[in-house]
């Protein structure tokens, strides 16, 4: 069976930033084309079957995405440090609602309203991957059939 959009795939993945620390090193189960996974490493992983592997590098833009298309937000001033002057293009290291860590890059200062670009901290690196499949299977598997799960068909 091969990588396809719906398919549950497992497989073990080894990621790295390009000249830096380790990411992940473990075994990750995901639907293919779910978005919980890489979308280059996703697009790598298509068509394969299960044995294959892969190794290369991810493009910035294919690994945790162009900061440009992240998604902006809406904060009052008040929530910035007051000793610091805000200005559009700096940064900030902050934590999100889900505790992941966020990069908040200012876009635009309107008085008391700033608006900043929610960036993965990642957004900018290359990103060298391993990748092995270990197995591709449908999503659910079918229903079982009375008699194989020992129900008396007479309740």
Same mark, same amino acid.
């Given at each position: 069976?091969?990588?396809?959009? *719906? ?32 979308? /280059?490493? =996703?697009?790598?992983?298509? /068509?394969? =079957? ?38 559009? /293009? ?5 934590? *999100? ?7 908040? =890059? ?50």
């Amino acid at each position: 069976m091969k990588i396809e959009k *719906g398919k549950r795939v497992r497989v073990r993945v080894h990621l790295a930033v390009v000249g830096g620390d380790t990411l992940e090193k473990s075994v990750v189960e995901y639907i293919q084309g779910s978005g919980k996974m890489l979308p /280059g490493l =996703e697009r790598v992983l298509e /068509g394969l =079957e299960k044995g294959a592997k892969r190794d290369g590098v991810l493009k910035a833009k294919d690994a945790f995405g162009d900061p440009s298309m992240h998604p902006v937000k809406k904060m009052p001033r008040g929530e910035f440090p007051k000793e610091v002057k805000i200005q559009k /293009g700096e940064r900030f290291a902050a934590t *999100g609602l889900n505790g992941q860590n966020v990069i908040l =890059e200012i876009e635009k200062i309107d008085g008391d309203e700033v608006d900043v670009r929610l960036v993965h901290p990642l957004a900018k690196k290359d990103i060298k991957f391993e990748a092995e499949v270990l197995s591709v299977t449908d999503p659910a598997p079918p229903p079982m059939p009375a008699q194989a799960l020992e129900l008396d068909e007479d309740s």
